[in-house]
């Protein structure tokens, strides 16, 4: 869960790529490389302003380009063991898709 003021101190996080995010999506991904389940449950995000809770999801399609996508996070952050996870879950997805 992460909690912001409003949407756009979250939008801010967003663009500024928090690492935070990504660390939650690589999580997420990684735990259900061998999920059968279409949407997964990523983060949540509170918004005090709004009194409201909005749940992240993704879709198992879009779990190769969130690896993809998010790898370079980890490189700059230092995180290489967790690199080497993502590189893995990267080649197991385009395994599959070959299938």
């Known amino acids: 869960t992460i909690i912001v003021k409003n949407q756009s101190e979250f ?16 999580e997420t991904i990684l735990k259900n490389l061998y ?4 949407f997964i449950h990523i983060l949540t995000i509170e918004v005090t302003e709004d009194h409201a809770a909005y749940d ?6 879009d779990f190769l380009e969130g690896l993809e996508t998010n790898l370079p996070h980890y490189e700059k952050n230092e995180c290489y063991e ?6 893995k879950g990267i080649k197991f997805l385009k395994k599959i898709e070959q299938k």
């Open 11 to 26: 939008k801010n996080l967003v663009d500024l790529k928090d690492f935070r995010i990504s660390k939650a999506i690589v």
């Open 82 to 87: 967790d690199c080497q996870k993502i590189v």
């Open 35 to 38: 999920t059968t389940r279409r």
């Open 56 to 61: 992240i999801t993704i879709d198992r399609e």
